[in-house]
């Protein structure tokens, strides 16, 4: 089992920035990949960007340049750092992890960017 808790969220304005952290506890010496993914309301749950035990990337195209998914393998810690954030970046931001045993998620954090 791993655990996953997200921090960071909040309300910004556009052209800020915010920097989420997920912290995992558990069987993380089995997580191949871990990522963010973000949902709006009344829509699906979307990936923002993923990072492999590799190191190896992937970002959605809405996102390319203004978002950067890295980690901390000390901290068992992946951050998202968000920069020039826009209201379409509103939602709720939920961390995921993949080993072995299946998919696990975070609770989720809001992040709210006003006009």
């Known amino acids: 089992q791993v655990q996953l808790v997200e921090s960071g969220g909040g309300l910004v304005q556009a052209g800020g920035s915010v920097r989420l952290s997920c912290a995992a506890s558990?069987?993380?010496?089995?997580?191949?990949?871990r990522g963010w993914y973000r949902q709006a309301p009344g829509k699906q749950r979307d990936l923002v960007a993923t990072?492999?035990?590799?190191?190896?990337?992937n970002y959605a195209d809405s996102v390319k340049g203004r978002f950067t998914i890295s980690r901390d393998n000390a901290k068992n810690t992946v951050y998202l750092q968000m920069n020039s954030l826009k209201p379409e970046d509103t939602a709720v931001y939920y961390c995921?992890?993949?080993?072995?045993?299946?998919?696990?998620w975070g609770q989720g954090t809001q992040v709210t960017v006003s006009s």
């Open positions: 995921r992890a993949i080993g072995p045993g299946g998919v696990y």
């Open positions: 558990g069987s993380i010496f089995s997580i191949v990949a």
């Open positions: 990072i492999t035990s590799g190191g190896s990337t």
